[in-house]
């Protein structure tokens, strides 16, 4: 079956620290990957998505990194987190363009 | 532009009373609209998948509709396990899969 594994589930860094949340999925090949984030009582903003090894998009201008190593890894990652990157942090995968995402549990960044 | 709007941000209904989400949308060429369920602190599940005005899709007490600049989300009869954050999205104009959101409907159900 298809899954995705998303961790930690919760994360509390101190400003200025680095952060890498990892994502994982299984059961499919060549999967499209992305990255939201939602902010307390907000809808999802896309951060960067991948449609293959190595190939990344970044859609805002922000203090994150995102990268893919293999086929079915996608990392989102800081070197110095901001007070601002605190949110939910969700990762999904789609298999081609014509059905909807699956979602990862999420993980709750706080950063203090 | 491509834009995603949800109303009403919150709707608190009795258990038993009907009502309905309303998602407004503007993309070039429709390729899909998407409806989301989200509990809190969990990722979003997804719900329907919509593709052309007319079409209509139903699951248990929900049901949702597509018109060219609009979709609604009917629950009917609902029940307090039906409380929670409603998500709506498009698929954007290009090739990549990418969905834009609305900012959800939360929903609470009172028994």
């Known amino acids: 079956s298809q899954t995705i594994h998303q961790w930690p589930a919760t994360l509390v860094q101190p400003v200025g620290s680095p952060l890498s949340l990892e994502c994982t999925v299984e059961g499919t090949s060549n999967p499209n990957l992305y990255w939201y984030r939602q902010a307390a009582g907000r809808g999802l903003q896309l951060l960067f998505y991948s449609v293959g090894i190595g190939q990344i998009s970044s859609e805002v201008p922000q203090n994150l990194s995102a990268s893919r190593p293999q086929d079915r890894q996608f990392i989102l990652s800081s070197k110095k987190l901001l007070l601002s990157d605190s949110g939910f942090y969700l990762c999904?995968?789609?298999?081609?363009?014509?059905?909807?995402?699956?979602f990862g549990s999420g993980t709750r960044l706080t950063v203090v | 532009e491509d834009q995603v709007t949800q109303s009403p941000e919150a709707l608190r209904l009795q258990e038993g009373e009907s009502s309905s989400l309303n998602c407004s949308y503007t993309?070039?060429?429709?390729?899909?609209l998407f409806w989301y369920r989200q509990d809190p602190g969990k990722g979003p599940e997804f719900l329907f998948t919509l593709y052309s005005a007319g079409e209509e899709k139903e699951k248990e007490r929900l049901k949702a509709t597509l018109t060219k600049k609009e979709s609604f989300l009917h629950i009917t009869a609902p029940k307090p396990e039906d409380s929670a954050t409603y998500l709506c999205?498009?698929?954007?104009?290009?090739?990549?899969?990418?969905?834009?959101f609305g900012q959800g409907t939360t929903l609470q159900v009172k028994p």
């Open positions: 999904a995968w789609r298999v081609g363009t014509l059905y909807g995402y699956t």
């Open positions: 999205a498009v698929q954007d104009s290009s090739n990549t899969g990418k969905l834009i």
């Open positions: 993309v070039s060429g429709l390729r899909g």
